[in-house]
């Protein structure tokens, strides 16, 4: 079955670092999505990922490993906006997303 | 400019009624979706429309029926609501394929938060 996989929630301290991990499995593999949710707010898009390696954009960076099924959201510097939940998805042989449930990240002062 | 808008933002409703959800997008995408977030905050695929033709139609009820009058707007209609309806309903829209590349992202509405009681 498809299956992604990421922790429910975690916490971090402003100005740190953190790392949001996600597996995948998926009936093919076109690519691994990662969007941000304020809470009661739609989900936006944050950065995609196809081959492996790390993209950075600003703040923000996206890692992937297709051999290891697994994907890592990693933020910098971080700020009280940046609470919120992140939500792994992953494209699969059809295109379609298959989604995690979200990792609530707490931001503490 | 809201890029896509879906009225109403709350619903709240008793058992066995009929509700429509109507969802606009003025991005000029080809390509719209239905999505339910359920209380544990998974989001399923419900429906997708290309250019007003369906093209994902998951296994949901056939309570639930959209209807896109054209490739700007899905509008989601819903007969004879039960408890288990109660979700947060996400309207989106892509360019193409959302799965398919970075330069087809997902654009959500801000959601209906549907209660039924």
């Known amino acids: 079955g498809q299956n992604i996989d990421q922790p429910t929630e975690m916490t971090a301290t402003e100005g740190a670092i953190v790392q949001i991990n996600c597996t995948y499995q998926?009936?093919?593999?076109?690519?691994l999505f990662w969007y941000q949710q304020h809470a009661g707010e739609a989900p936006t898009f944050l950065s995609y990922n196809v081959l492996d390696g790390l993209e950075e954009k600003g703040r923000f960076s996206s890692f992937l490993s297709r051999s290891k099924g697994y994907s890592y959201l990693l933020l910098k510097e971080l700020q009280m906006k940046d609470s919120a939940s992140y939500l792994c998805a992953s494209s699969d042989s059809n295109y379609q997303l298959i989604w995690g449930a979200g990792t609530k990240l707490i931001i503490k002062p | 400019d809201t890029a896509v808008s879906q009225t109403p933002k709350y619903l709240v409703t008793q058992m066995g009624n009929d509700k429509s959800i109507k969802c606009e997008q003025n991005?000029?995408?080809?390509?719209m979706y239905w999505y339910k977030q359920d209380s544990k905050k998974f989001l399923k695929i419900m429906f997708s429309?290309?250019?007003?033709?369906?093209?994902i139609n998951e296994t949901v009820p056939n309570r639930f029926s959209p209807k896109s009058p054209d490739k700007a707007h899905l509008n989601l209609h819903i007969n004879s609501l039960e408890l288990g309806d109660s979700a947060v309903y996400f309207c989106?829209?892509?360019?193409?394929?959302?799965?398919?590349?970075?330069?087809?992202?997902?654009?959500f509405g801000n959601g209906t938060r549907l209660t039924v009681t």
């Open positions: 429309y290309n250019n007003k033709e369906l093209i």
């Open positions: 998926t009936s093919g593999f076109n690519g």
């Open positions: 991005l000029g995408h080809d390509t």
């Open positions: 989106a829209s892509s360019q193409g394929r959302a799965g398919a590349s970075y330069n087809s992202p997902l654009h």
